[in-house]
């Protein structure tokens, strides 16, 4: 018997075996190489939602400015408003009424409408419809 013939049984298990161990490295392998892709969308994905985050703030805090500008833009013009008021309410306390003329009294159909104006003011007032 020759001292370097190799059993065919094993010379088959040994090549199942070289095999098997190629084919769980390059499984490894490439279970590395996609864990390490998926890493990479990941972080990609992240740094895209950071930038769109960092964007709506940038956005929301242009909004809350523009939003301050004009609150206190609004509460300028009420401080002008409220001085103008003032102003006219003064003038009307301080205007001396004028006397009617002698001869001023109001016409039948002004009357009319006087007491029609009145009524829908009072009806108005209580829910009801005028003239019931």
Do not use: H
């Not at 242009?62 to 206190?72: E, L, Q, S, T």
């Not at 002008?80 to 003032?86: G, I």
């Not at 109001?106 to 009357?111: E, G, L």
Request: proline content about 6%; charged content about 25%.
């Amino acid at each position: 018997m020759n001292p370097f013939t190799i059993n065919p049984l094993v010379a088959l298990g040994s090549a199942l075996l070289v095999v098997a161990l190629g084919f769980g490295a390059g499984w490894q392998t490439n279970g590395w190489r996609l864990n390490g892709q998926i890493a990479e969308a990941k972080a990609a994905t992240a740094d895209e939602a950071r930038q769109r985050a960092e964007t709506a703030v940038t956005d929301m805090a242009a909004a809350a400015k523009k939003v301050n500008d004009a609150a206190g833009d609004a509460r300028v013009d009420v401080a002008r408003v409220l001085e103008k008021l003032s102003a006219i309410d003064r003038r009307y306390k301080d205007a001396k009424p004028t006397p009617l003329p002698p001869d001023c009294a109001p016409d039948a159909v002004r009357v009319r409408y006087l007491n029609e104006a009145a009524a829908a003011a009072n009806s108005a007032i209580t829910g009801s419809e005028p003239g019931r």
